[in-house]
């Protein structure tokens, strides 16, 4: 019988289309452009395993800064599973990111697994799903987010996030196939928010703003881009209880939830004003 050689290495940019695939098989429904926008978070921060020359496993570790880290898209092709090929891979991820509070949206059943290597929980998030459509408020203070000067959009987004990550928020909010709207008042943003399409329907994310109201503003007028036959969905931390309350208000469900994970200390992020996520997968 032959042996077989596991190896791991950094992922090049095509490869990492592989672990977007496997997302989507996984039921994640990532993005048609968050490969590209991932990418330009850490160019380095995503691992691959092969068996011999076949894939088989996946891991992103992004380095935000000496301080921080996040860690997603940790998969294992489903025939490969139990045979420690994960573990492996997982180890070198955390390896690649020793020494940093590291972050996760881990699902629910794995919390145990992630506990035993330090990771404590913080929070959950719920995915609503919904639809499309609607009429857009009128409301003159909501603008296209490329009208503002980028460095005002970075600025206000800085609170809701334990790293600065300007490279990666300028590809987010420019990515093709999305819409990125902004809410202004007395001159200052006061929220934005964008709309991407993925496999299936769209995600809203971030969906950041100053009060509930300006929220639901925001909210219906990006799912207003949208099609009333399409999906869209919304990541919400469980712990704010207006997003809740905005999602459920037109009659989204929860579809999915998971754990938001630290190794150490939570960082003091504006939950509050947080009512999307921007990814599951990077933070």
């Known amino acids: 019988m032959q042996n077989k050689n596991f190896t791991i290495r950094t992922m090049d940019r095509k490869e990492f289309d592989i672990a977007i695939e496997w997302a989507a098989k996984e039921g994640w429904n990532p993005g048609l452009h968050d490969a590209d926008c991932y990418h330009i978070a850490d160019p380095t921060g995503f691992l691959i395993g092969f068996l011999d020359e076949e894939p088989i496993a996946t891991i992103s570790v992004i380095k935000y800064n000496e301080s921080f880290g996040f860690l997603g898209f940790y998969i294992v092709k489903p025939e490969h599973r139990g045979k420690g090929y994960g573990i492996q891979i997982w180890k070198a991820g955390l390896k690649y990111l020793e020494g940093r509070n590291i972050g996760l949206d881990g699902v629910v059943a794995q919390q145990d697994n992630y506990k035993k290597s330090g990771f404590k929980l913080a929070y959950s998030n719920l995915r609503y799903e919904g639809h499309g459509g609607g009429n857009p408020p009128e409301n003159e203070q909501i603008v296209k987010l490329s009208s503002l000067p980028f460095e005002t959009i970075d600025s206000y987004g ?18 093709p196939d999305s819409h990125a709207l902004g809410i202004v008042q007395s001159g200052n943003l006061a929220g934005y928010g964008v709309i991407r399409t993925c496999l299936t329907g769209y995600k809203i994310g971030p ?12 909210f219906l007028a990006l799912k207003s881009k949208v099609s009333p036959s399409e999906p869209v969905y919304l990541d919400t931390p469980k712990v704010n209880q207006a997003a809740l309350s905005l999602a459920e208000r037109y009659n989204m469900k929860v579809s999915f939830e998971t754990a938001r994970m630290y190794t150490g200390k939570v960082p003091e992020i504006s939950l509050n004003r947080l009512f999307g996520v921007t990814s599951f997968e990077i933070g």
Request: glycine share 4%; no cysteine; aromatic share 16%.
């Open 158 to 175: 800085q609170p809701f996030f334990p790293a600065n990550r300007s490279h990666f928020i300028k590809g987010w909010i420019n990515q």
């Open 207 to 218: 969906l950041f703003a100053d009060s509930p109201e300006l929220a639901e503003s925001l």
